[in-house]
């Protein structure tokens, strides 16, 4: 053998920067809100949709707006290298959904209320609460125009905080109008930041004749002051839009559900109208904005459908879980009911037969698995059983199986005593597990 091709220590490869891993027991947690969020959908009967991760560019960019910063500068897009088609690691799911409603042709029979749950992409800076891989739960109604579905979605990610157990989040609403308000305040908005134009950055001065709302998006602190002083969409509403806000603020009364009203709030996406909103807490730094959302009326059409109407949010679970962390609030997880113990390999295939069973039962169980030298002691085997979290430990031991029975041990309760178990009485003990708590 040379010194060539010797065999040598392999490099360890790494995950991508800003794309994390998520394992136990942190993953627990993250399936545990999922299962949160889908009773929640459930129970305000939205229906659940899986599109691709990868979709054509061209959809992003005559969706989303070519002047934003996903679509300028964000977006993971490449070409097929068999085809040379342009594909782009979708950066957020609004313009997937809409494109499967349209190419389905979801809405022949009226709205359709869906939901999704899965990773987006978007090439930022790294940063708590800001990453390249990250995760949207996203809500949408789609073939609605109604205030009143605005509404239901702010109430139902209002009732998620609320069972989460999530306090000090503040609701954001505004107004973006119709297109043809939008250009009204458009122009006044472009005369306000030429007349200042000293007070902006190079990027916004670009953007100013291109995209002037996004102006009002900027984080730049030297440009707030010019941006507080200009003229507010809000003043340029018609009395429809008017209206429509109205009704939805009238719910949110009706709910008890407080906001507070921000002029400057118009998102990321240009695909907004009418109503936009955002869910705001201070306690994660400078990536407060857990949920946001909006109504989209334009998008099925500019994306080739038959116009309809839609609203719709998207909520960040990273920062979710985060601000559980913050807040101290445990998510409840399902504890392993029990954990075998074989003092002896003889017992292997009845236990595994006896567990088998139990699970079959809905009963959760984790046999002790044997090493190369064969199994632990019995002192071992019980230090794993109260490691794992089991509420029993199982003692499958010669002596009672031959007798048809096992040992149970209550390893939660250190008072209660050990007791035999026969096993024609299996069925009735893993439902008397299902029923306690
Ligand atoms: P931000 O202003 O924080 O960049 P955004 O307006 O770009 O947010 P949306 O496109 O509205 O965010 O996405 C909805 C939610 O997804 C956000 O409110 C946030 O909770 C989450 N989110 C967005 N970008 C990221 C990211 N890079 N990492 C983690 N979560 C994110
Ligand atoms: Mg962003």
């Keep these: 053998m040379t010194e060539a091709n010797a065999p040598r220590k392999a490099e360890k490869l790494l995950a991508v920067k800003g794309m994390n891993d998520i394992l136990p027991p942190d993953s627990a947690r993250w399936e545990a809100l999922e299962e949160r969020v889908r009773a929640l959908m459930r129970r305000y009967a939205y229906e659940n949709i899986r599109t691709p991760i990868v979709e054509p560019?061209?959809?992003?960019?005559?969706?989303?707006?070519e002047v934003t910063d996903i679509v300028e500068k964000e977006m993971y897009s490449f070409d097929d290298r068999l085809n040379g088609e342009a594909l782009t690691l979708r950066p957020e799911n609004t313009a997937g959904v809409v494109r499967a409603v349209v190419e389905h042709t979801l809405l022949y029979n009226g709205g359709k209320r869906l939901y999704y749950f899965g990773p987006m992409f978007r090439h930022e800076r790294p940063q708590r609460g800001r990453y390249r891989q990250f995760h949207q739960v996203g809500a949408e109604a789609l073939g609605f125009g109604g205030p009143e579905v605005d509404a239901e979605l702010i109430l139902m990610a209002h009732a998620l905080w609320k069972e989460l157990g999530i306090g000090g989040v503040e609701l954001q609403i505004n107004s973006l109008g119709q297109p043809?308000?939008?250009?009204?305040?458009?122009?006044?908005?472009?005369?306000h930041f030429e007349a200042n134009a000293d007070a902006l950055d190079p990027e916004?001065?670009?953007?100013?004749?291109?995209?002037?709302l996004r102006l009002l998006d900027s984080k730049n602190p030297a440009m707030q002051e010019v941006i507080e002083a200009a003229p507010k969409l809000m003043d340029f509403l018609g009395a429809a839009s008017k209206a429509h806000l109205d009704t939805v603020l009238a719910i949110l009364d009706a709910n008890r559900v407080s906001y507070v009203m921000n002029p400057r709030l118009v998102r990321g996406m240009d695909y907004y109208n009418l109503t936009v909103f955002e869910f705001v807490t201070t306690q994660l730094g400078s990536q407060g904005t857990i949920c946001g959302g909006g109504r989209y009326d334009y998008l099925i059409e500019q994306i080739g459908g038959k116009p309809a109407p839609a609203v719709g949010w998207a909520m960040g679970i990273e920062r979710v879980l985060e601000l559980l962390r913050a807040q101290?609030?445990?998510?409840?997880?399902?504890?392993?009911?029990?954990?075998?113990?074989?003092?002896?390999a003889s017992?292997?295939?009845?236990?595994?037969?006896?567990?088998q069973d139990l699970r079959g039962a809905g009963v959760s169980a984790l046999m002790h698995a044997s090493g190369e030298s064969g199994l632990a002691s019995m002192k071992s085997q019980f230090k794993k059983a109260d490691a794992s979290g089991a509420r029993y430990a199982l003692v499958f031991g010669a002596n009672e199986?031959?007798?048809?029975?096992?040992?149970v041990k209550a390893l939660r309760d250190p008072a209660a005593p050990q007791r035999t178990l026969a096993l024609d009485q299996w069925a009735g003990w893993a439902q008397s597990l299902q029923s306690a708590p």
């Design 57 to 65: 560019t061209a959809l992003f960019v005559r969706g989303l707006g």
């Design 401 to 407: 199986l031959a007798q048809g029975c096992v040992t």
């Design 328 to 344: 101290e609030e445990s998510l409840a997880m399902p504890v392993l009911d029990v954990y075998a113990v074989i003092p002896d």
């Design 204 to 212: 916004s001065r670009r953007r100013l004749h291109l995209n002037p």
């Design 180 to 191: 043809d308000e939008r250009n009204l305040h458009r122009a006044a908005l472009i005369a």
């Design 347 to 355: 017992a292997l295939p009845l236990a595994a037969a006896c567990l």
